[in-house]
């Protein structure tokens, strides 16, 4: 049974910093790459930064420089994001998302806010 357990939202002031945390339990080893998307009001979800088992990673054009994606902990199963020069338009809910060999694992996402 795979499990993928957020942690570390809350409210921030535009400009703040948080940092997020993602567990993930269960057929670990099978992990190719965990990732972060979000989900605002009114949108769909997207990707916000992905890394792979070997440690590539991916960020969305609007998060470049500003959020940092890492991992550590056995097959990588712990990912980070790190989240610096908050903006009001990252308010969203944050979802951690694992590919364990093609499956996609969710977590139940972490609801971030920032405030002006």
């Known amino acids: 049974q795979v499990q993928l357990v957020e942690s570390g939202g809350g409210l921030v002031q535009a400009g703040g910093s948080l940092r997020l945390s993602c567990v993930a339990s269960?057929?670990?080893?099978?992990?190719?790459?965990m990732g972060w998307y979000r989900q605002a009001p009114g949108k769909q979800r997207e990707l916000v930064a992905s890394?792979?088992?070997?440690?590539?990673?991916?960020y969305a054009d609007s998060v470049k420089g500003r959020f940092t994606i890492s991992s550590d902990g056995a097959a990588n199963s712990r990912v980070y994001l790190q989240m610096n020069n908050l903006k009001l338009e990252d308010t969203a809910v944050y979802y951690c998302?694992?590919?364990?060999?093609?499956?996609?694992?969710w977590g139940k996402g972490t609801l971030d806010t920032v405030s002006s």
């Open positions: 890394i792979t088992r070997g440690g590539m990673t991916n």
């Open positions: 269960g057929r670990i080893f099978d992990i190719n790459s």
């Open positions: 998302k694992g590919d364990f060999i093609g499956l996609d694992y």
